[in-house]
């Protein structure tokens, strides 16, 4: 108790927004369920929720969200920005106000920032930490210390920033010993990651000068916008075939400006394919962000034959949104390019699902990233549909799906403590001839903690 009176603001505002995940594994099964019938709005975007409490700290004056994912993800990044000084209100559901202190003003926190199993928090807040004269060590769960860092800690030692210490070759836990001085570069990504852009561009914001992210090809832009939204000064052009260059004019005077969060592609991706494949489904999934450079599984799955209908198309907080109407559908198995992979990648599992249930042969190419998830996605894919009895293969990169029109199921999933994992498989399950059982479900709570209500109210049978 006295040591909870004596520890500072800062440190206690930590400890009440994180959740602590270490309780025993939770075991979930889904049951073939009848039609999916009714409406359903999944939660905020993640990457934006993520970026709207990281901005509004580096804002100095009040920055009000709406439509924030309240994911455990999301709430470790609000944790570790209020460890940096930053105030943070919860409103009301999915409405925050953040408190910030502005670039070049934040603080050393105290304590570890600890990132659970997220990784786009992390590797963002390493970016401003990068570009600040501050210090901070940086840790997660056992999924997030496997991630690579090295792709963030290089551009950021050329900026200026010290890696003081670090894990098995750029892990986590990783101190990382900022610069009040970042220097202006010009960076080309060696894949394509808007995790990687992000931190160089935030890092960039205390830079006196121009930082420049080239990308060979284009990621998801939305802290370009956010900057912009901010009133920093950044610009884009186009950058050969399918790249872009982003240049971003540092030490700007970022102004709070509101953020509304439209539903998250990513999420929505789950419901989507449950209706695609359970027969006679017929709902609307309201509110989804469709920029296009996240809705890489629609445009696959319209070349499968899933009968999606965009409705109500209309601009949300900056973003452009639909209500889609999804219907089941019978589904060919299709050709995915290596090119659209940036624009789905966190979609490949729910795709192989949906490929499972599509008739004919769905080829998936590219996909080196997805061995560095939250989990070897590439691996705990073909587990998984090995386990419903799918036939599939790995070639290089590639993932092959034997589309039979049907899945047996009846099988045990290992989720590794990939959210993505998890919820794939159990949409699996409503439609595959038996039961589909996975090992742990907390991991949801990271990205989609309403997965289970919202299917629920389709029509979906857990147990
Ligand atoms: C994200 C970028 C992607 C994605 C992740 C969220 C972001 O990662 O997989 O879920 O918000 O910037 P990469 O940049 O590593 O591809």
Not at 35 to 62: M, Q, Y
Not at 73 to 86: E, S
Not at 252 to 279: K, N, Q, T, Y
Not at 370 to 382: G, I, N, Q, T
């Amino acid at each position: 108790m006295i040591g909870a009176e004596n520890r500072s603001p800062r440190r206690s505002k930590v400890a009440n927004l994180s959740r602590s995940s270490h309780d025993a594994p939770s075991p979930l099964k889904a049951f073939r369920s009848g039609p999916l019938k009714g409406r359903a709005r999944p939660p905020g975007d993640k990457s934006i929720s993520h970026r709207a409490f990281i901005f509004g700290l580096l804002t100095v004056g009040a920055t009000e969200i709406s439509g924030l994912l309240e994911g455990d993800d999301v709430l470790r990044t609000g944790a570790a920005c209020q460890a940096l000084g930053g105030r943070l209100e919860r409103l009301g559901e999915g409405r925050w106000r953040v408190n910030g202190l502005g670039v070049g003003a934040i603080l050393s926190p105290e304590e570890t920032l600890d990132f659970g199993n997220a990784g786009t928090g992390a590797r963002l807040m390493m970016g401003v930490i990068g570009g600040h004269g501050i210090e901070a060590r940086f840790d997660g769960d056992a999924s997030l210390r496997k991630r690579p860092m090295r792709r963030i800690l290089d551009p950021l030692t050329l900026m200026g920033a010290e890696i003081l210490s670090e894990a098995d070759g750029g892990r986590c836990p990783i101190v990382i010993r900022g610069t009040s001085e970042p220097a202006p570069i010009v960076y080309r990504t060696p894949v394509a990651s808007a995790q990687i852009k992000s931190a160089v561009l935030l890092a960039g914001l205390n830079a006196p000068g121009e930082t420049t992210v080239i990308e060979s090809e284009a990621s998801r832009d939305h802290t370009e916008k956010m900057l912009a939204h901010f009133g920093a000064e950044v610009q884009v052009a186009a950058e050969g075939e399918n790249g872009r260059k982003i240049t971003l004019k540092g030490r700007p005077e970022l102004r709070p400006a509101p953020v509304i969060v439209p539903a998250d592609p990513s999420s929505a991706a789950f419901p989507i394919v449950g209706a695609l494949i359970s027969p006679d489904s017929d709902i609307v999934v309201e509110g989804v962000m469709m920029n296009p450079l996240r809705t890489g599984l629609i445009t696959t799955l319209l070349e499968m034959g899933g009968r999606i209908d965009a409705l109500d198309r209309r601009i949300e907080g900056g973003e452009e949104v639909a209500d889609l109407r999804v219907r089941a559908s019978s589904l060919r198995g299709v050709d995915v390019p290596a090119g659209r992979a940036p624009s789905m990648i966190d979609e490949y599992p729910i795709l192989a699902v949906a490929a499972a249930f599509a008739e004919g042969e769905t080829r998936m190419r590219g996909l080196h990233e997805l061995r560095v998830k939250e989990s070897d996605r590439l691996a705990a894919v073909a587990a998984g549909l090995a386990a419903a009895g799918v036939s599939h293969a790995i070639e290089g990169d590639d993932l092959i799906v034997q589309g039979r029109g049907e899945a047996p199921g009846g099988g045990l999933v290992e989720t590794h403590l990939d959210h993505r994992i998890a919820m794939s498989f159990l949409i699996m399950g409503l439609a595959s001839r038996q039961p589909m059982a996975i090992d742990d479900s907390r991991m949801i709570a990271t990205s989609f903690p309403s997965f289970r209500p919202i299917m629920e109210s389709l029509g979906a049978q857990f147990g």
